[in-house]
């Protein structure tokens, strides 16, 4: 059975419908009782430190205490203002340290959580203008805050999720051979990749080939799954936009041996989406596209057709499965 985790904010859209008596946001333990209405899903990822108030342990027993599992964290540098001119790149070297600690902390959370996964999205560090920072240097403390951080705790997976820009104009991570590049250059056995379709498509890349690229130089250690038009991070409803994209990139990452938690991060928030409803929907589809997946991996008229490069062939293939026949 596949497993399927969700962003965990979603799941505080509408909230008046859920809690109309509710002063105030509602908390993330609210929010995962809420996910537990929708069939099909198995975990949530939780962002540290936010999501994790008190002691790791008893934040994963409460979340088990829903029906649900923990995947990993993602850490979110959000305590100290500093950290908007970088993380592990700020150029005061005790800003770098707390993040790099904050981070360690996060880590440490998840084991004790019993979830050894650990997303980093550095969005945080990057550069705005010309002549605003070395970056020679920016990049020596990048690769080296990766390192310190993935050397901490060998135990936990740490993943790299790139993005193109946003909040910075340029990310230090801003594609998929950039962020292979960090880890070869990092060179620890416990780093990996995040592939996130929509920060995919914005960096102008297909996210089939991405996955294939890391599954030669890296490995594949989350899936995050939603929709755009390659503009900005639009975070849409799985399939919504590009289903046959999607579907080279599920039959793809199946065949590279991919079998972790595929998570939706998805943003019904942005348009007032019913969250349960819109994260039913992303595993109605994506199960679809999976069992399509299947019928891709057993089409030998279609594995010619791209054995050839013989789009034509190819396209009549894909939208005959599609199309159920």
Known sequence: MTKFATRLNSFAARAETE?????????????????????????????????????????????????????????????????????????DRAVRQEAIDQTKAGIDAALEMGAPLMTLWLGQDGFDYSFQGDYARMWEDEVSGIREVAAHAPECMIS???????????????????????????????????????HVLYADEMPAFAATLISRRSRLLGVHLNDGYGKRDDGLMVGSVHPQATLELLWQITRDGF???????????????????????????????????????????????????????????????MGGE
């Open 259 to 321: 079998d972790g938690v595929i998570y939706f991060d998805t943003f019904p928030d942005a348009s007032g989406i019913d969250p349960v409803e819109e994260c039913a929907t992303n595993i109605e589809v994506t199960e679809r596209l999976i069992a399509m997946a299947k019928r891709v991996a057993g089409d030998n008229a279609l594995h010619e057709a791209i054995a050839a490069q013989d789009s034509p062939r190819s396209q009549r293939a894909v939208q005959r499965i």
């Open 160 to 198: 790299i999720e790139y993005k193109p820009n946003e909040p910075r104009s340029y990310a230090l991570m801003p594609d998929v051979a950039t962020t292979l590049l960090a880890i070869d250059e990092v060179g620890l056995p416990n780093l990996g990749v995040t592939l996130d379709f929509a």
């Open 19 to 91: 809690w109309p008596d509710l002063k105030g946001k509602p908390t993330a333990l609210m929010c995962a009782h809420r996910a537990t209405k929708v069939p099909g899903l198995t975990h949530v990822d939780l962002n540290y430190p936010d999501h994790v108030p008190g002691a790791p342990a008893d934040t994963a027993a409460a979340i088990r205490d829903c029906g649900l599992e923990v995947n990993g964290l993602a850490m979110r540098y959000y305590t100290n203002p500093a950290f908007k001119l970088g993380a592990f790149t700020h150029p």
